[in-house]
């Protein structure tokens, strides 16, 4: 039998609570949205197997609690990620002013050399807009990461953004694929069928 996958990455999304990251993973991995709001208790994670210039990479993507009162269990992932997806809410200013923080525990906590990216969700909701687009972008720069507004709620950016940050880790780790079978889970694989919704935060 092939092998299910060439290269697993393990991923990580942080940020202040209520700004979606568990929306953005459900998302991702099961294409679906609820906005019944359950605020993740510790951490949890979502396995998707998505195809990158040629490779099969398996995604496992580990969603963490917002809430100060988890930060101890959280930190302790840090260190095992290779992509750290920091994540605010275009509509909330405190959770953009947090990135800062957010940031400082990567620094204090991850390995040397992780992928990071930002993410601005909430971009459906244009009239509460209260970060704008280029403030989300100067931060990114000035930190020399990626950076997309997404939508969980309207699926925009989504795939886009971790198909990104996925191909950067490939690009840094190069030939080392992985041997043996990671832990159990859904295994889906796309094909790039991006079809471009068009929206206000849609970046080409
Ligand atoms: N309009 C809109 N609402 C969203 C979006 N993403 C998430 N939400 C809503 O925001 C609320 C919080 O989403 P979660 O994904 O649970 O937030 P979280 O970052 O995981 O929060 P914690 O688990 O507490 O850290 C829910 O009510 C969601 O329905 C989005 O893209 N657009
Ligand atoms: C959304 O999630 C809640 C809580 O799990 C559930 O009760 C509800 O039925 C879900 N809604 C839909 C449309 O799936
Ligand atoms: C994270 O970093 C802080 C500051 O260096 C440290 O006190 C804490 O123990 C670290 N947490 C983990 C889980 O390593
Ligand atoms: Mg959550």
Redesign the pocket.
Known sequence: MAKKYDFLFKLLLI??????????IIRFAEDN????????IGIDFKVKTIEVDGKKVKLQVW?????ERFKTITTAYYRGAMGIIL?YDITDDKSFENIQNWMKSIKENASAGVSRMLLG?????EAKRKVSKETGEKLAKDHGIRFFE?????NINVEESFLALARDILQKSSKKPVKEQGPTGREVKITSSTEKKSSKCVLL
């Open positions: 940020g202040d609570s209520g700004v979606g990251k568990t929306c953005l949205f609820n906005s019944t709001y359950i605020s993740t969603d963490t609690a917002g809430q994540v969700n909430k971009c459906d909701i997404t939508s969980a709620k309207s």
